[in-house]
């Protein structure tokens, strides 16, 4: 079964400072990789998602993120942070099925 | 174009009643699935619904919990007994087709046992 670590529990960035989110996966084959975002008291809202193809995904509001199958990574990034992304941040693997497995989530805070 | 609606948005009970819980999928969806997402934690796979079919329940506990997804009307998650275990965000997403396809979450429900 696959599985998802997102290592930081809790990130504190500046404003205007780039931010960038780490989320690795265990799998044995090519996974389903999603970036979802929760804002407080809000459901999950998708930021980004690969399926194949280039390893490098453009998403919402910003944000990117690069799979590297050699490292199991699936990291997000932003070069610019503004205070609306403090949020806290989901990475999720499906593996070929409808079955989304999620890391515990890293919680952003932006400072002025 | 409604996205994925849930109701209630918050929802108290006390030990030993039950917990419904609605889920309304986008329109064109006919792919249910229920998450449970407990304090501190990420969200966990429940069930897998299509209309009138559980696909998968394997995410759901044995006893106390059942999921339905009518041919008319909502998905229901339907806790009986509650017990203070149960106090969690339970989300609920649909699909237009069955997987690897993106999954659309709605606002969830946070049920509080008292």
């Known amino acids: 079964a696959q599985s998802v670590t997102q290592p930081d529990i809790h990130i504190t960035v500046s404003e205007g400072a780039s931010l960038e989110l780490r989320c690795n996966y265990s799998?044995?084959?090519?996974?389903?990789l999603f970036w979802y975002v929760q804002s407080p008291g809000q459901g999950l809202q998708l930021l980004l998602k690969?399926?194949?193809?280039?390893?490098l995904v453009q998403g919402i509001k910003g944000f990117e993120a690069e799979f590297k199958r050699s490292q199991s990574s699936f990291n997000l990034r932003k070069p610019s942070v503004h205070w609306s992304d403090a949020a806290e941040y989901f990475c999720?693997?499906?593996?070929?099925?409808?079955?989304?497995?999620f890391g515990a989530g890293t919680t952003v805070t932006v400072r002025a | 174009n409604a996205g994925v609606m849930q109701n209630p948005r918050h929802l108290v009970r006390r030990r030993g009643q039950e917990a419904r819980l609605r889920c309304s999928p986008m329109?064109?969806?006919?792919?249910v699935y229920w998450y449970r997402q407990l304090p501190e934690e990420g969200l966990k796979f429940m069930v897998y619904?299509?209309?009138?079919?559980?696909?998968?329940e394997s995410g759901m506990p044995k006893e106390r919990f059942s999921a339905e997804f009518p041919k008319e009307g909502p998905s229901i998650l339907r806790i009986q007994q509650v017990v203070r275990g149960d106090s969690a965000a339970y989300f609920c997403?649909?699909?237009?087709?069955?997987?690897?396809?993106?999954?659309?979450f709605g606002p969830g429900t946070r049920l509080t046992v008292l």
């Open positions: 999720a693997v499906g593996a070929g099925d409808y079955k989304l497995s």
């Open positions: 997403a649909s699909s237009a087709t069955q997987g690897p396809d993106t999954q659309y």
């Open positions: 329109k064109g969806h006919s792919h």
């Open positions: 690969y399926f194949s193809g280039d390893t």
């Open positions: 619904l299509q209309k009138e079919n559980i696909i998968d």
């Open positions: 799998y044995g084959a090519t996974p389903y």
